[in-house]
C-alpha cells in the first residue's frame, strides 16, 4: 500500500468510527443515505391507471364512504384513519360484524409504493380494493353485485363516475371503484424531514437523527429497509436467528407467507414493511405484538440481525425513524362531502 | 271601513293569495321568517364551560379517537362521520360489538342548540358524553376509569389536558373528557344561506326556495320547527291524526319519551329535531324509518297537521328545506392529528 492509499485508507476508517462528528462526516453519511434510499415521487402513480383529478377525488369520496360495506357501517377509513395516519392503532383489525382481521392494518400512506398486505396476497391497491369487496372481513358482501346495488342506492354519485371515466358508457363498475380508489391512494404520499434530507438539506435532520441514520445502516436495518419506502420491496423471514414469538410474546402462531405460496421456503416470511411514519402507527409487526417503537427497534435488530441494540443506540435509531413522519395531503386530512342519500342494507 | 282601509286589506289579501310574487311579499315573507326562526350564533357556548382553543381542540382529538370505546374501534365519528354531515347514514346505528342502537344516530352539527338524544334523556352536550362512556352500546365501557385507563396509556394527551384546564392539578378526569369534547361540539355551527336569508339577503334563497318558505309556514311546520334550530326546542307526539307506525312501517313500536318519565302524556312523544341539514342526513325520523326528503315531508304533513301535500308544494318546500345546509367548519371537515400511541384493550 502507498502511503497516500494508507492515509485515505485510514481517513475513511476513522470517520466510519465516528460517523456525524463533522462536516465531512456529514457529506459521506448524505452520500451513503442517497445510495441506500431514495426520497418519495410527488404521487405513486403508474403509467395505465391515470391520475385525473375526477377519478382522484371520486376515490377519495368511495374511500371514506361507509355505505357499501355490508352493514353500511365502515369505509376504508375504519381501519385506515385519516386521524392516526391511515391505521387503526389496533394490534389486529376488528372487520364487518366484529369479524376478527388476523392482521394488522397497515397505514395506508404510501402503501402503493409496498407490497401489499403481510403476505403480499395482493397485486395492487386496485387489486386489494376488489378483493376487499367480497372479504367477509372487509366488505363483507356476498359479490360485487350487491356493492353496485349500494352505489346505485346513491344518485349523486353518477356525475362522478362519469367524470372520472369520461370514455365509458356505463361506468358504474366495480372495476372502476376500485381504479378510482387506487388512484386516490396512489397520491397519498407523505413528505418528510428524511426526504428533505435526501434532497441535500442536511439540517432536516437533528444531529441525533444522523447519528440514528448512521446506526440504522452500520447495524444492518438496511439490508431490507432501503429504497424509496425505507423497506416494503421485499420478503424476509420474521425471525432469522430467533423464533419471532418468543421475542414478541405473539400467539397463535402465523406461518406468513407459506399459506399464500404452499412454498416451504415461506414459512415464518412476511412482506418488509416501509418505514415510513413508523413512529405514528403503532403496534408494530404483522400482528401489533409489540406496542412501542423502541421495543420495535429493538425485537428487530436482535431476532433479524443478532444485534443486542444499547439503550442509546435505540434511542438515535428510533430519532431517525421520527424523520421518516411525513405531512399527510390535503386530501387525507380533510373530509369530502359525500353525496346524500340512505342505502337500505340486505337483511 | 274606509275606501282607504279598503284598499290595503285587499292588498293584503292578494299577497297572501301570491306570498312571493313581487318586492313587498319579499318584504313580508321576510319579515314573517324572522318572527319565526332566528340566524345561528357563531358559537353554542354557554356561561360556565368556557369554549377556550385548547378546549375545543382537545375535544376535537377526543372525538376522533377511536381508542377509549370498549374494543378501542369505535370513536364518536363513528356515528357522527364528518363525511356524512354528521351522521352514519343508518336507519339505526351499530354500537360497538355490533350492538343495535333503538334509534337513529341524529347529526352532531349544532346540535347543542336542540334537546339532546330523541327521548330527552339527556342535558346537554357533556352530559351525553359521560353517559355515553358506560352506555353498553355507545363506548361500552364498565365505567368511567376504564376510559381514565385508556387515556393514561397515550402520553401524548398529557399537555393538552394541561392547556385545556390551566388551574386543575390533575386534569385528566372524565368530566374533563366531556367538558373539551362537549366544547368542540359547541363550535359545530353551520351557517347556511338560510342565515344570509334572515340576515336580509333575500337572493340567498332561489323564488322556489322562498315559495317553499311561505308554504312551509302556512301548512303549520313551524309551530314546532322554529326558532334558531328550525326545531329541536320542544317534545310532541309523533302521530296526532294518525299513528306514526302507519305511515311510516316502522317496526318495532317506540313508546318513546314515556319510556324516560313514566309520564302516559309522553306516550309517542319524541323531540322534535332540527332541521339544520337535514337534506344531507337521511334516513329520517327516530326510527330511520323514511329514506327521503319528500317522503319526511309528506308524512309529517300528513300525521301531525292532517295535510295532504301535493308534488308541488312538497317540492317547495324540500327546497327551502336544502337552504337550511349549511358549510361545516374546518375544524369538523379536517381530522386532527392523533397523540401516537397503541392502547391494549382489556380482555
Given at each position: 500500500m502507498s502511503r497516500l492509499h494508507w492515509i485515505a485508507a485510514s481517513i475513511v476508517a476513522v470517520f466510519a468510527a465516528a460517523p456525524v462528528a463533522g462536516k465531512a462526516d456529514d457529506a459521506t453519511l448524505l452520500n451513503q443515505a442517497r445510495e441506500i434510499f431514495k426520497p418519495l415521487p410527488k404521487d405513486m402513480g403508474v403509467p395505465d391507471l391515470p391520475l385525473t383529478k375526477p377519478r382522484i377525488e371520486l376515490g377519495r369520496m368511495l374511500f371514506f364512504d361507509p355505505r357499501f360495506t355490508i352493514d353500511a357501517n365502515m369505509s376504508c377509513t375504519t381501519c385506515h384513519q385519516p386521524a392516526l395516519y391511515g391505521t387503526d392503532g389496533l394490534a389486529t383489525s376488528i372487520g364487518v360484524q366484529q369479524r376478527p382481521h388476523p392482521r394488522n392494518a397497515p397505514t395506508i400512506l404510501n402503501s402503493a409504493l409496498s407490497i401489499i398486505h403481510w403476505r403480499g396476497d395482493r397485486e395492487s391497491v386496485e387489486d386489494q380494493v376488489i378483493k376487499a369487496m367480497t372479504s367477509p372481513i372487509t366488505f363483507g358482501q356476498p359479490d360485487e353485485k350487491a356493492v353496485l346495488d349500494r352505489l346505485g342506492?346513491?344518485?349523486?354519485y353518477a356525475p362522478h363516475f362519469k367524470a372520472a371515466f369520461p370514455e365509458e358508457t356505463d361506468p358504474m363498475t366495480a372495476q372502476n371503484m376500485a381504479k378510482a380508489i387506487g388512484a386516490y391512494e396512489r397520491t397519498l404520499v407523505t413528505p418528510s424531514p428524511f426526504d428533505a434530507y435526501l434532497a441535500g438539506n442536511v439540517e432536516a435532520l437533528s444531529p441525533m437523527a444522523r447519528a440514528g441514520l448512521a446506526k440504522f445502516i452500520d447495524t444492518g436495518c438496511v439490508a431490507c429497509h432501503e429504497g424509496v419506502g425505507v423497506g416494503g420491496a421485499m420478503y424476509r423471514k420474521f425471525g432469522v436467528l430467533e423464533d419471532y414469538w418468543n421475542a414478541t410474546g405473539s400467539q397463535p402462531i402465523d406461518k406468513g407467507r407459506i399459506d399464500v405460496t404452499k412454498d416451504p421456503d415461506d414459512l415464518y416470511v412476511f412482506r418488509v414493511p416501509g418505514l415510513r411514519n413508523v413512529a405514528m402507527t403503532a403496534p408494530y409487526f404483522h400482528d401489533g405484538s409489540v406496542r412501542t417503537l423502541p421495543e420495535a427497534v429493538k425485537v428487530m435488530a436482535r431476532v433479524q440481525l443478532g444485534v443486542a441494540l444499547s439503550e442509546g443506540d435505540t434511542r438515535d435509531i428510533v430519532e431517525f425513524l421520527k424523520s421518516l413522519t411525513g405531512e399527510p395531503r390535503e386530501n387525507f386530512a380533510a373530509v369530502p362531502v359525500l353525496p346524500e342519500g340512505a342505502v337500505i342494507p340486505a337483511k
Open positions: 342506492q346513491i344518485p349523486g
